[in-house]
């Protein structure tokens, strides 16, 4: 096992570095980038745009730029040198985890990440709870109800909700239930109201649980059809097999059948699944639902910076979620084993 997590922690790094050089060659081809963005905002309003801060002397009002200050321009953001020599500094600065500064907000990348955050950790954590605590019981239930009308109807819901897209789940129930044209029920932005830091502990509590329910429910809708039907397939598939067959010739109950032996092989690949699950989670905040809600996360920042051509946030933030992405598939792998001690991939490496 010690030798398996070191070959995959090994491979980890041309898989980085492979991703950040695509990324990186990609983006030396596309148009509009920070210089070219920042030229024309100061021709077209002076130096008081966002990013422009901090090289005010490098415009001279009515006479524009010329090639010197474009030039300085350039050393200024780094596109003085060669590009495999950013790249490399790049690659070496993200070693120590230093992510670089955000060209438009003047900040570090770490701790733009770090800012946005709670957003998506509130989505993400409550989406994967959520999902998890509901849809396998919803799919045991199913699976030993297999074929009843109770099957039937929960499939159709479950698919219903799973075919309607997030975004247009958060506009109606905004619709219905944020004070549009039914019921005031819920607040219609952010995840805290804006008297917070008066309220109690229990208040607080209260008011960014309110604020969740709107959002929560449109980006955990279209996750409960997988996950429903994945723990529905695997329970009957392990209901057919002849274990189960002799567990019932001997007489044990339904109930004796189901938890004692069918449960715990049927929960192993949804058990296998929870780290990729728990991290991705955190990271995959849907833009469209942060943009309904006005949810500032790490989905409204991903798309800023590349509307923006803000390459230190795209590559840095590509860096550290690539990262936690191949983390959590080898927490995956370690977990098959630590579920089911019958792998081994010392010998299924072996073998090969």
């Not at 997030?166 to 944020?178: M, R």
Request: aromatic share 14%; hydrophobic share 50%; proline share 4%.
């Amino acid at each position: 096992m010690a030798a398996y997590i070191l070959k995959r922690l090994l491979l980890m790094i041309p898989t980085l570095l492979g991703v950040l050089l695509i990324t990186f060659v990609i983006i030396q081809f596309v148009p509009g980038g920070p210089v070219e963005q920042l030229v024309a905002q100061l021709q077209g309003q002076g130096t008081h745009g966002e990013a422009s801060a901090g090289i005010e002397g490098l415009y001279r009002g009515a006479k524009g730029l010329d090639e010197e200050r474009l030039e300085e321009l350039k050393s200024y953001y780094g596109f003085d040198k060669p590009a495999w020599q950013r790249f490399v500094e790049m690659v070496g600065n993200y070693l120590t985890f230093d992510l670089g500064e955000s060209f438009f907000h003047h900040k570090s990348v770490m701790e733009l990440i770090i800012d946005k955050l709670p957003v998506s950790i509130s989505l993400g954590m409550w989406t994967f709870f959520l999902t998890y605590l509901i849809c396998i019981p919803l799919g045991i239930a199913k699976a030993v109800r297999d074929g009843t009308p109770f099957d039937v109807v929960s499939s159709t819901l479950v698919l219903i909700g799973y075919a309607i897209p997030g975004f247009v789940l958060g506009l109606t129930l905004l619709v219905l239930f944020g004070g549009g044209s039914f019921w005031d029920l819920f607040p219609l932005r952010g995840l805290t109201s804006d008297n917070w830091e008066q309220l109690t502990w229990f208040g607080r509590v209260m008011d960014y649980l309110w604020h969740m329910v709107l959002p929560v429910t449109a980006a955990v809708m279209g996750n409960f059809a997988v996950m429903t039907m994945l723990t529905k397939n695997s329970f009957i598939e392990e209901l057919r097999k002849q274990y189960v067959l002799t567990a019932r010739a001997k007489g044990q109950t339904e109930r004796e059948v189901m938890y004692h032996h069918v449960f715990r092989n049927a929960i192993i690949p949804l058990i296998t699944g929870f780290p990729a699950a728990f991290i991705g989670a955190f990271f995959s905040s849907s833009l469209l639902i942060e943009t309904i809600f006005s949810l500032d996360g790490l989905g409204l920042l991903s798309y800023d910076s590349v509307m923006k051509r803000d390459y230190p946030v795209v590559m840095g933030s590509l860096y550290f979620f690539t990262l936690l992405g191949l983390i959590a598939k080898l927490l995956t792998d370690i977990s098959y084993v630590l579920v089911d001690p019958r792998i081994q991939f010392e010998s299924v490496g072996g073998g090969r």
